[in-house]
């Protein structure tokens, strides 16, 4: 944490001196420098602080006691927003005699600090806006140094008004006095506005006017779907209760199947629908405030909300804008992403009417531009963790340190993969990884990603040595990542081992780590060899791998058909595991033979035999579509990626003792499993038993082929709560360290850091 601090309380205690204080980390736009103020006044210093582009820079006179009192305290009662990486205290040679301690203005040059992510409303904004008294009741753009919109209007750095989308609106008197006085929390807090000279909401067609938000209470209580702009983007709203309004808001969207996202106005309010434990909770109100996977419980909502799921995704408001509409219900409403399926979210005021018109039958605008479009979080506790589905608002682009032998990498952008894609940037030892980017098959994603990753680099002045990405010769993200990498250094990075790497550098193995056993279970990636891996057991290191075991490869008749049509992966595991005349002799009674038989097996046939858009993949998702569809769920159509997954994960209802079979031949789990159909065991105990088996499978083989003591998972399956706790749980149980990932995404939301780590590596290995 501290450079050079033995220089502070090595003199005399009442010796008077100067010293420079260099501190680095999340430390701007987060009410670091009244901190600052606040403790030097306590403490009777003299001198300085200020901003420049390398974090906050400190000179301080006064005795060495006070002095090392001072720095202690900084760490201490830093600001709730900071993150302190490193604090660098040097003595001057002579002290320097300040006529008090004043907050000097900031410094341009390059970017060596960090963009912060925006906060949920902290509770002295909150009780502002419910207090008549205050001069900011009702208002739904109130924050302060604790809170509010950082990553979402910020244009450049430093982090100063005159760089967001709040320069638009000059201070009125009172505003101006808070900003200036290091005293008040709003000092220096770049979007502070008032009702007087802030931002304004209306509703389309209208003018600003204070009935404004209990207008559009009343629109949702009437069943009415409400567009509201808010932090990042533009929000679909319903009253979740009204089934009618669910379903009509599904229909308008086109997002057929996939749960909603649920917003509710406090607490209590949520455990009238979902369990909520204590880290759970804990998640709900910090102020990252992510939409929370909870189990669903008591009162039922509607089955549209989350059609065939027992878990429900519940966020609390987090802007003031929500925070007065949601005191309006006692119930949740539907809060889902201003979108048509498979498009980015929303943002300006000049396409929404476009876009999401003929969805939404009111428009909630403000006139505060958004710079910087930001999605939701989404997290889930798994195995004793908060785990990271989505990192995006209030996450995104928190830096996270690169682990020991990664100091002097060189600047590096990884461009990350396909689907759930995000970039990362390398530079001055920490990996800055972009928010939630989307799937780039879309054009407007691939458009906003392109967006995105100009402005990173440029608030960052990041100028790469090298560029990583996939070795997948079609991803869009690496035909653009070989654009870029003219005149650098172009680091093609297997999927897998990407996958590996993020796991290994999260949770802090250094660079010169001995060979772990990578374990990734995922629905694909493009192999070493040119095929398609997903059931992997790699020995992997940063710079390299090798492939010791997979899933036993099966076709995905079809190609991605396979995973649009979960039925197709059930037929392909059975005729590898039996052929089908032997299927059809043993297990000839069941329904599945007959449902099997109403497909187009002759042409499929053909296929299989002439090894036609047939490609064989070890892939792990495909086995769970396989299993799902086996059972009935969602067998034709998966209207969502990974729907075959998740349902089959909610059907459990207890544990079971596990299938026994072995992953590189999964013939005595079909055996076993068609047995349990025949004997209509129930798909709640089915499901349960090849969870538990698949992870008694993976552990065998983790066992047996683990380099050393360690085994990372990663990988999307892993993103299944029941098996990444069997398999944390029974790999620490023969002895092994089980490592998997938590701030860090483990599907591929992740890769672009195990790809800037592996770069890094081999550049630093040379």
Known sequence: MYANTADVVSGEPHAVETVEIRVRGTVQGVGFRPTVWRLAQENGLVGHVLNDSAGVLIQATGSTARIARFVKSLETEAPPLSRIERMEVRRLREAVAFDGFVIAGSVAGETRTNVTPDAATCPACRAEIFDPAERRFGYPFTNCTHCGPRLSIVKRVPYDRANTTMAAFPLCEDCTREYRDPADRRFHAQP??????????????????????????????????????????????????????????????????????????????????????????????????????????????????????????????????????????????????????????????DEVSAKLGPIADRVLLHDRDIANRIDDSVVRVMAGRPRLIRRARGYAPAPMRLPKGFEDAPEILAFGGELKSTFCLVKNGQAILSQHQGDLEDAATFDDYQKNLALYRDLYHHRPRAIAADMHPEYLS?????????????????????????????????????????????????????????????????????????????????????????????????????????????????????????????????????????????????????????????????LFEGQAA????????????????????????????????????????????????????????????????????SGGCFQNKTLLEVCTRMIESRGLRALSQADIATNDGGLSLGQAAIAAAREIRG
């Not at 909770?281 to 909300?305: D, F, K, M």
């Not at 037929?571 to 599945?592: K, M, Q, S």
């Open 192 to 349: 502070v506005a008032c009702p007087v000279c802030g931002p304004k909401v209306w509703l389309d067609g209208g003018e600003p006017s204070p009935g404004t938000i209990g207008e559009v209470v009343r629109e949702l209580r009437a069943g009415k779907i409400v567009a509201i702009r808010g932090l990042g983007g533009f929000h679909l709203a319903c009253d979740a209760t009204n089934a009618t309004a669910v379903q009509t808001l599904r229909s308008r969207k086109k997002r057929f199947g996939k749960p909603f996202a649920l917003m509710a106005r406090d607490v209590d309010a949520i455990r009238r629908y979902a369990r909520v434990s204590e880290s759970e909770l804990a998640l709900l109100q910090s102020p990252a405030a992510p939409i929370v996977l909870l189990n669903a419980s008591g009162e039922r909502l509607p089955e549209g909300v989350a059609p065939g799921l027992k878990t429900l995704g519940f966020m609390l408001p987090y802007t003031p804008l929500h925070l007065l509409i949601m005191a309006g219900f006692d119930t949740p409403l539907v809060m889902t992403s201003g979108n048509i399926a498979h498009e980015p979210q929303v943002t300006g005021n």
């Open 478 to 638: 690496t035909k653009l990542a070989k654009e870029h990498a003219r005149g650098v250094a172009m680091h093609e990075v297997q999927h897998h081992h990407a996958h590996i790497a993020s796991c290994m550098a999260e949770n802090g193995l250094p660079i010169d780590a001995p060979p772990v056993l990578g374990v990734v279970l995922d629905g694909l990636g493009y192999g070493a060899d040119g095929t398609i891996w997903g059931g992997e057991f790699l020995s992997t290191d940063y710079l390299g791998f090798e492939r010791l075991a997979s899933l036993k490869p099966v076709a995905m008749i079809g190609g991605a058909q396979a995973i649009r049509e979960p039925w197709r992966n059930t037929y392909a595991h059975l005729v590898a595991a039996f052929g089908w005349d032997g299927f059809e002799e043993r297990f000839g009674d069941l329904p599945l033979v007959s449902y099997l038989k109403s497909k187009p097996r002759a042409s499929i046939d053909r296929m299989l035999e002439a090894g036609i858009n047939v490609p064989p993949a070890s892939s792990c998702g495909r086995l769970f579509d396989a299993v799902a569809a086996a059972l009935g769920l969602c067998p034709d159509l998966a």
């Open 646 to 713: 998740i349902e089959l994960e909610d059907a459990i209802e207890a544990p079971e003792e596990g299938y026994v079979f072995d992953l590189r031949e999964p013939r005595a789990l079909w055996e076993s499993l068609l047995e349990d159909i025949r004997a209509d065991v129930g798909v709640p105990k089915i499901a349960a038993r090849f969870h538990y088996g698949l992870a008694a499978a993976v552990t065998d083989l983790a066992v047996a082929l683990a380099p050393g003591d360690t085994v990372v998972l």
